[in-house]
């Protein structure tokens, strides 16, 4: 997969803000992250069948730990998933750098960016499954 970058105009929330409320506001979460990353990547007609790698920028006004910086973002696989752009999240079709930047609320904003994959697979993995 060549090398592609999407900005998007929302920063990653925290997982204690997304994942720990009510399931209706996670979901609403979810959904709009579904939402701005399908403006920018239409779904796939042949959904991806090679590994794929991203990094993940989040630049906001308070950094959090890498934990919940982690699971706060997890919407942007499921939902590249459901596109068609990641065969599925497991470690065998994905890799995600995450990384964080603190900057003013003016210029908060979340990258991804879509690397070539580098690694090879983790021991016991068959490439061909």
């Known amino acids: 997969m060549p090398t592609r970058l999407i900005i998007i105009k929302r920063r990653v929330p925290s997982q204690n803000k997304s994942q720990y409320t009510h399931w209706s506001r996670y979901t609403k979460e979810r959904d709009a992250w579904f939402l701005l990353i399908r403006a920018h990547l239409p779904p796939l007609a042949q959904p991806v069948t090679e590994p794929v790698r991203i990094a993940l920028r989040s630049y906001r006004t308070r950094l959090v730990d890498f934990a ?6 997890k919407p942007i696989p499921d939902a590249l998933q459901r596109l068609g752009w990641i065969k599925d999240d497991s470690p065998r079709w994905f890799f995600c750098d995450y990384h964080q930047f603190q900057v003013p609320k003016a210029d908060e904003r979340t990258e991804i960016e879509f690397l070539p994959w580098a690694g090879d697979l983790p021991e016991g993995l068959d490439p061909d499954v």
Do not use: F
């Open 68 to 73: 919940n910086l982690v699971g706060g973002a």
